[in-house]
């Protein structure tokens, strides 16, 4: 995981803490407050799984970006041989 990456889910983890703690002293009537929080929650939650899923498409290109590399590498280090050698 990139290290922005890491910023950005610790920033939006932080962001839905932060947000159900306002919440909770917010003045608003204990079932409206108790409903804002869930709200949030789900919000932060989608959020993150959302985030969770972007990183793992981003690891899969990054994977196979480097799996084709290694295999370009072997190649041509497979016709350097074959010319050494004859």
């Known amino acids: 995981m990139s290290d922005n990456t890491s910023k950005v889910v610790w920033f939006l983890a932080g962001a839905a803490l932060g947000a159900a703690i306002a919440m909770l002293y917010a003045p608003a009537a204990g079932a409206e407050t108790r409903r804002r929080i869930i709200t949030k929650t789900q919000e932060g939650r989608e959020s993150l ?38």
């Open 49 to 86: 799984v959302e985030s969770g899923k972007d990183l793992i498409e981003r690891g899969r290109e990054l994977y196979e970006k480097g799996r084709q590399i290694a295999d370009e590498a072997a190649e041509l280090f497979e016709r350097g041989r074959k010319l050494v050698h004859g």
